[in-house]
C-alpha cells in the first residue's frame, strides 16, 4: 500500500475504478447511472466519473511500451531520427535503441539516492509520449516553412528535406514521411545535398 505522498494521478484514477467495479460487480458493465444511483445513494454523477476515468487509463495503457494494442500514428508530423514506425509501441522501442546507442549511461553513469522521505530512487532515462502544446506545434511547423527552398523532390514520390539555419541537418524522406537517411554538416556526403539547395551551413568557409 503506498503513502499519500507516494500516489499518482492514475493511482487515483485506478482506486476509483476498483472500488467501482467492487461495488457493482463486472459482470453487469457497461454499467448504466441507474445502476449507480442504486448502489451509491443516488449519486448518478459518478457514472461519468467512472467512465472518464476508465477512459484515462485506457488510453495510458496503449500508450506505454509494449502495450497489447497500442495507439496507431495517423500522421506524421515531424518524425525526427525515427523510421517506419506505425504506433507509439514501436516510436518508444525506438527511441530506448537511440538512447542505447548513444551510451547515455556512460555518460551520467549509475544514480540512486535516498530521499526525505525514506525512500530510495533511481535515475531513469526513457521516451516518454505526452500530448503536444499547440504552440510548440505551431512553432515547429513555422521553422519548417523557414527550410531553405522547400524540398526536393524525387522520383520515388519521397523528398530530400531542405536544411534551415536552426536546424542544418538534411534529412532524406520516403513517400510515407519515414526518415530514410540523415546527413549532418561537417560529414563527407553532406554537401552533395547542400548543394541542391544553395546552402552553407553556419560556420561553413565560403
Known amino acids: 500500500m503506498k503513502n499519500l505522498e507516494e500516489l499518482t494521478a492514475e493511482d487515483v484514477l485506478r482506486e476509483l475504478v476498483a ?9 453487469y458493465m457497461p454499467y448504466t447511472e441507474r445502476d449507480f444511483a442504486k448502489a451509491f445513494n443516488g ?14 487509463l485506457d488510453k495510458r495503457q496503449r500508450m506505454g511500451h509494449g502495450a497489447k494494442n497500442p495507439l496507431k500514428i495517423k500522421r506524421w508530423i515531424k518524425s525526427g ?3 517506419g514506425a506505425e504506433d507509439v509501441s514501436d516510436v518508444l522501442e525506438q527511441v530506448g535503441n537511440i538512447l542505447d546507442h548513444g551510451c547515455v549511461w ?10 526525505a522521505d525514506g525512500v530510495t530512487y533511481v535515475v531513469t532515462i526513457e521516451g516518454m509520449i505526452s500530448q503536444a502544446d499547440p504552440d510548440y506545434v505551431k512553432e515547429i511547423l513555422a521553422q519548417d ?3 531553405i527552398s522547400g524540398d526536393f523532390d524525387l522520383s520515388d514520390g519521397g523528398v530530400i528535406e531542405g536544411p534551415s539555419r536552426e536546424d542544418p541537418a538534411i534529412r532524406r524522406r520516403d513517400k510515407d514521411g519515414n526518415v530514410q537517411e540523415v546527413r549532418y554538416p561537417g560529414e563527407v556526403n553532406y554537401q552533395e545535398w547542400a548543394d541542391l539547395f544553395g546552402f552553407s551551413p553556419p560556420g561553413a568557409t565560403p
Do not use: M, P, S, W
Request: proline share 0%; glycine share 6%.
Open 43 to 56: 449519486r448518478t454523477d459518478l457514472h461519468d466519473t467512472y467512465y472518464n476515468a476508465k477512459h484515462v
Open 106 to 115: 556512460d555518460n551520467i553513469g549509475d544514480v540512486i539516492f535516498e530521499a
Open 81 to 83: 531520427e525515427l523510421t
Open 145 to 147: 516553412a523557414e527550410r
Open 19 to 27: 472500488d467501482v467495479e467492487a461495488v457493482l460487480g463486472t459482470q
